[in-house]
Structure formats: C-alpha cells, structure tokens
C-alpha cells in the first residue's frame, strides 16, 4: 500500500486559478514589504518540484538583495528597467549551468546519461537553455503561488551581469524576474491576449 499522498484528481479551484493566471498582473509599484531568506527557501521548494526532461534541472538562480549586488547590477540594466527593477526587494536572476549533466548521476539512473550530454556540447547548451527556461517559469508561478508579485525582465546585458555577479559559476544569465509584494494599485485592465484560433492547432 502507497503512503504517499494521492496526486490531484481535478482542476484546482476559481480562487486559485485567479491568482496564479486570470486576475495576477505584472507589478508596476512594489510595496515597502521585504521578502526574507525563508521565503526564497519555499520558492525554491516549490520550483524544483517542477518537471525538466531526464529530470536534468539545469536552472540557477542568483537573488540579488543587498546593495553591493543591487550596485553592480544596475550598470547591465536597460536605462528603462532601472528604477523598476531596483525597487523591488529581490530580483532573481535566472540562469542555467552548462555543466549541469555533472549532476545527473544523482538526478537520474539511466546508464551513460552524463556522458551523452558531455560528449556534444550543442546538444547540452540546448537543453540547458530550454530547461532553465522552464524553471524560470516556475519561480515566476511559484512566486504569485506564495503571494508574491513577479515582474520578468529581458532587458539587460547577460555578459556584464555574468562578469559582475556570476564570475566563478560557470552559470549563463537568461532572464530576470523583480519580486516583491505589489505596492497599492487599481486593477487594470489586462493587455490583449491572442486567441485560441490564432495560437493552436489541433492535429
């Protein structure tokens, strides 16, 4: 007999869906709320839960919150993503390993898997890219799961970033995700969204 617990048999409810997807928005004030250690702790908790293929889990993920790192992070930003993004208490910078398939004798016990990966380096950049990509999701849905609210940025130079805050990783820089609990803010309306139509297919 299992004892662990029965995955969901159905949807999760309205009030849920709300505030991961159909009433979340991006933040464009943050509130004078900080966002503690233990609380990054259960962000990643959660996103590590998150499926990535051969369960290869590629993704690092740096939170910049001090003022040394805040300062050499500002010169990488996009003159408009400056104020925005330094506002807010912690911003995640989503990365991945290149040498992530060194951990995968630990991760998965399918015969000869990190040699695979350590034998073609196209073949590792890609899932590295495309899997950290994925778990950079996650933490952004992740993040409104635990109340928090989450901004993505890709306006910044992956190559200063990399020198001044990852120097010694070996890590790539991907994409930036400001977190923090929203500042007071009016619903507003949500920006057009395409269609069924428009984006599927069904084969």
Known sequence: MSTGSAPPSGPIDDAALDA???????PRSW???????ETLAALYDLVKMGPTS????PARFVFVVSEDARAR?????????????????VVAIVC??????EHLPNLNDEPGLRDWFAGDVGLAEETAFRNGTLQGAYLLMAARALG???????????YQVEDALLAGTGWRANFLIALGY?????ERPRAPRLDFDTTCLCL
């Not at 051969?54 to 889990?57: D, E, Q, S, V």
């Not at 991945?96 to 398939?101: A, E, N, T, V």
């Not at 928090?148 to 992956?158: E, N, Q, R, T």
């Not at 929203?182 to 009016?186: L, S, V, Y």
């Open 20 to 26: 991961l997807f159909r009433r979340a928005r991006t």
């Open 96 to 101: 991945h390993d290149p040498l992530f398939f």
């Open 182 to 186: 929203a500042g007071d803010e009016t």
């Open 31 to 37: 509130a004078d709320r900080p966002v503690g250690a």
């Open 148 to 158: 928090l609210a989450a901004a993505p940025m890709s306006g910044f130079d992956a």
């Open 73 to 89: 992070l500002r010169p990488a930003l996009s003159a408009g993503n400056v104020v925005h993004c330094l506002a807010a208490p």
């Open 54 to 57: 051969g369960n290869c889990m």
